[in-house]
């Protein structure tokens, strides 16, 4: 049995180890193909981005992280784009050039403050309150249709290869909507027909299992149930930041998709996605 992870941040951006540190504990924790994903830069103020300028280093020192373990562990470089219309997306030049083995896109901001600082609706509790009263007066199902809808733009026009935890915002659902509501159900589920046609894989985060933000993975049961039925690819990722935090809750994540009959998921080999078989303890050989 092994594990895989393509959702790692390191101390490039918010991530508190370094790239060796993280390599290392991967090993430890029987991991065979590894994939750094440092938050992009982007061009504004903000607690977790690599700052502009880091990513040739960040590039070369996982590229000697490869050569230094290649006998133990594949070791794929990516970054968590931002998808901001006009800002930043997961087929920008910058990222491009970069020459990344994959790209992980996510959506973390939706709208602006008057000013035009991109509102973070992942951040703090309060911090999403305030967006929510300053920036849509309150109105939750406003900000979750953009959401999706901002999801959708981007597969669309921007399509990276692994869609990044697909209904984070959850997190701040602390009695704002119902998530059983036919409006809500249609929102996620427009999003799959979107992701369906384009071929992108979505991964099942974990990160909010163990931070003690969602008692279910990034998307949930029942969007995993929808994406079982339309055959959308899967990957389990845990948005590590720290490095015991690699295979944080993996095994019961594991567990979960098998119960809904989801029982290959998609890894890197030799630099190609391969389908892999689920096993309750990891994958199989
Ligand atoms: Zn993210
Ligand atoms: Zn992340």
């Not at 982007?42 to 006998?71: C, H, K």
């Not at 009263?133 to 809808?149: A, L, M, N, P």
């Not at 597969?155 to 209904?167: F, K, N, Q, S, Y």
């Not at 567990?255 to 630099?271: A, W």
């Amino acid at each position: 049995m092994y594990w895989t992870n393509y959702h790692n941040h390191c101390h490039y951006c918010d991530g508190k180890a370094s790239v060796k540190e993280h390599v290392m504990a991967a090993i430890d924790q029987q991991v065979a193909s590894l994939g750094f994903t440092c938050h992009c830069p982007v061009p504004f103020q903000n607690q977790w981005s690599m700052p502009t300028g880091q990513i040739q280093a960040y590039l070369d020192e996982i590229d000697e992280a490869r050569r230094m373990f290649a006998d133990r562990i594949e070791i794929y470089k990516s970054l968590e784009i931002d998808y901001i219309p006009n800002i930043i997306a997961p087929n920008d030049r910058l990222i491009q050039a970069a020459g990344l083995d994959y790209t992980l896109g996510s959506v973390h901001f939706v709208g602006s403050f008057h000013d035009g600082t991109p509102w973070e609706i992942d951040g703090p509790h309060q911090q999403f309150l305030a967006g929510l009263q300053t920036i849509y007066r309150g109105d939750i199902r406003h900000v979750i249709s953009e959401y999706f809808r901002l999801t959708r733009q981007m597969v669309r026009e921007a399509c990276p290869d692994v869609i990044g935890h697909l209904d984070k915002i959850k997190m701040q659902n602390r009695g704002l909507w119902d998530e059983n509501a036919d409006w809500y159900h249609k929102a996620w589920y427009h999003t799959l027909e979107e992701i369906k046609n384009s071929g992108a894989i979505v991964e099942v985060n974990t990160r909010g299992i163990y931070k003690k933000l969602s008692p279910e993975p990034y998307p949930g049961r029942a969007i995993l149930h929808e994406m079982k039925k339309m055959g959308i690819p899967v990957q389990i990722n845990s948005d590590a930041h720290r490095p015991e935090e690699i295979t944080g809750r993996f095994s019961e994540v594991c567990e979960l998709l098998l119960s809904i009959g989801i029982e290959k998921v998609k890894v890197l080999h030799k630099s190609e996605w391969i389908s892999a078989d689920l096993d309750k303890n990891g994958l199989k050989m």
